[in-house]
């Protein structure tokens, strides 16, 4: 009988990759979501992919009630991996408290459900935790910085909510993934990132800019102490990233773990400029890019990009697709999405 994971947020732009690389990997995914980022199609798109409709539980994991009935209902889970929260850095400034509350709440609810039964649960986690760290390559020993947004302290807290529960309580394997700056697409073009509104990271800007929905792309400065001025970020493939969740179920359900609480940063280990993203979109695609230099966004850290040698030997992973499938694939999404609007 194949094993059962919950993907909270699984009809999200990770979380629905990473249900196709269940199913690759012999799980059974089973969705729960409260749609408030995402679009029900998206189970119809799984289906193309995978073969099969994936279970599908519309669900607020805000309301303890629910979220009790419903995983008393489905006993048979037999891991988690939880990326049901608000996650817009921006957005997040000017809405602490929904933050606060919807990406605490869903957490603390799904957690204290196992206390008295075992669990193995993967996190996701953010890069956003290390600030501008001091050292580059950035490795999970290096400290926390006080987040510089409510949504970069809601990923310091919940890692720390984690750690301490896993400190308490040896019914809870927990793996907490440090996700650098996924983008990308599956190469199907069936799924991809759908961001509600202007989008607020580079990438799908690029592409909505390439394909006419938006104007120039504004550089947000040019003057940062790096090669080319703009900032440096570690971008990782979506479906790499992904396969790092899997990576971590496999990783507890073989108890291989020293302890029950374990970080990992997960990226490719390299740094790309934000001109140099650009230019890669270009060479990638053959779409010429219309872009300015405009002034530094606040709240941008210079560069960050990480150390991934802990992921690769105790995780068992590392990143596999480069740049160019990154924009390829990238760009394949927003023709799709132009022409089959959801
Ligand atoms: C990347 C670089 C911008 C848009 C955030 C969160 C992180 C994760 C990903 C949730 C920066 C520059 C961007 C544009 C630009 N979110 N840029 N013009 O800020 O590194 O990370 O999103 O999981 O947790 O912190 O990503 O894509 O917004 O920016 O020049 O129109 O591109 O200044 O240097 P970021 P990003």
Redesign the pocket.
């Known amino acids: 009988m194949s094993k059962r994971i919950l993907v909270a947020g699984g009809t999200g732009f990770i979380g629905s990759h990473t249900v196709v690389e269940l199913h690759n990997a012999g799980y059974v995914p089973v969705i729960v979501d409260d749609l408030s980022n995402s679009s029900i199609k998206i189970l119809d798109q799984l289906e193309r992919i995978i073969g099969y409709k994936p279970e599908f539980y519309q669900l607020d994991l805000c309301d303890i009630e629910k979220t009790e009935q419903f995983l008393d209902q489905n006993s048979a889970i037999e891991g988690i991996i939880h990326f049901a929260a608000f996650?817009a850095?921006g957005e997040s400034v000017k809405k602490p408290l929904a933050y606060y509350r919807n990406n605490f709440y869903s957490l603390i609810n799904l957690l204290n459900y196992y206390q008295d039964k075992p669990i193995n649960f993967v996190f996701s986690s953010?890069?956003?935790v290390y600030g501008q760290p001091d050292v580059l390559p950035v490795t999970e020993s290096a400290p926390v910085k006080k987040a510089e947004s409510p949504?970069?302290n809601t990923?310091q807290v919940s890692e720390e909510i984690l750690a301490e529960t896993a400190a308490a309580n040896k019914n809870y394997n927990i793996v907490a993934l440090r996700?650098f700056?996924?983008v990308g697409a599956h190469d199907s073009a069936l799924i991809g990132e759908l961001p509600i509104g202007v989008?607020?990271?580079?990438?799908p800007?690029i592409t909505q800019s390439a394909i006419g929905k938006r104007g120039p792309?504004?550089?947000?400065?040019d003057d940062y102490d790096t090669p080319d001025g703009?900032?440096i970020?570690d971008y990782i493939h979506v479906v790499d990233l992904a396969k790092a969740h899997v990576a971590a179920i496999k990783r507890m359900e073989a108890k291989k773990a020293a302890d029950n609480y374990e970080v990992f940063n997960i990226g490719t280990g390299k740094g790309s400029s934000?001109l140099e993203?650009i230019k890669a979109f270009e060479t990638s695609t053959g779409v010429k890019l219309d872009y300015k230099i405009g002034p530094?966004?606040a709240g941008?850290i210079e560069k960050?990009y990480g150390d991934v040698e802990k992921s690769k030997k105790e995780l068992g992973w590392q990143a596999e697709l480069g740049i160019e499938e990154m924009m390829k694939s990238a760009w394949e999404w927003e023709k799709y999405i132009k022409a089959n609007p959801f």
Do not use: A, E, M
């Not at 792309?217 to 400065?221: L, N």
């Open positions: 996650k850095v953010s890069c956003t949504y970069g990923k996700y700056n996924p989008p607020q990271n580079l990438v800007f792309i504004t550089v947000f400065g703009s900032c970020r934000v993203i530094r966004r941008d960050v």
